[in-house]
Nanobody, 124 residues
Framework: QVVLVESGGGLVQAGGSLRLSCVAS????????MGWFRQAPGKEREFVAA????????LYADSVKGRFTISRDNAKDTVILQMNSLKPEDTAVYFC?????????????????WGQGTQVTVSS
């Protein structure tokens, strides 16, 4: 059974930074792409960033490009989302997602495994 556990959420002022981590277990981590999505109250879950198995092909939503960085450490089965210059509109529950293959995609249906989510709140 694949399990994804996020950590690192919290409350931060606008302009601040947070670092989210996701630890995976239950399968060979380095074989699959990983992603981050977020869901704000009353809104659909949306793509934030994704990365292929080697970490060489990141993909970002336009809304976070230049502010967020996704990376992974295959030796530690961990994917990281470094979030800088945070804005109030970044407030959401952030979910780690594991793809069912090594495809980097913004589509939710490409991801077979999901974490429970971690709350990020950015105050103005």
């Amino acid at each position: 059974q694949v399990v994804l556990v996020e950590s690192g959420g919290g409350l931060v002022q606008a302009g601040g930074s947070l670092r989210l981590s996701c630890v995976a277990s239950g399968r060979t981590f380095s074989d699959y792409a990983m992603g981050w999505f977020r869901q704000a109250p009353g809104k659909e879950r949306e793509f934030v960033a994704a990365i292929n198995w080697s970490g060489e092909r990141p993909l970002y939503a336009d809304s976070v490009k230049g502010r967020f960085t996704i990376s992974r450490d295959n030796a530690k089965d961990t994917v990281i989302l470094q979030m800088n210059s945070l804005k109030p509109e970044d407030t959401a529950v952030y979910f780690c997602a594991g793809a069912s293959a090594d495809w980097v995609s913004p589509r939710r249906d490409r991801y077979a495994y999901w974490g429970q989510g971690t709350q990020v709140t950015v105050s103005s």
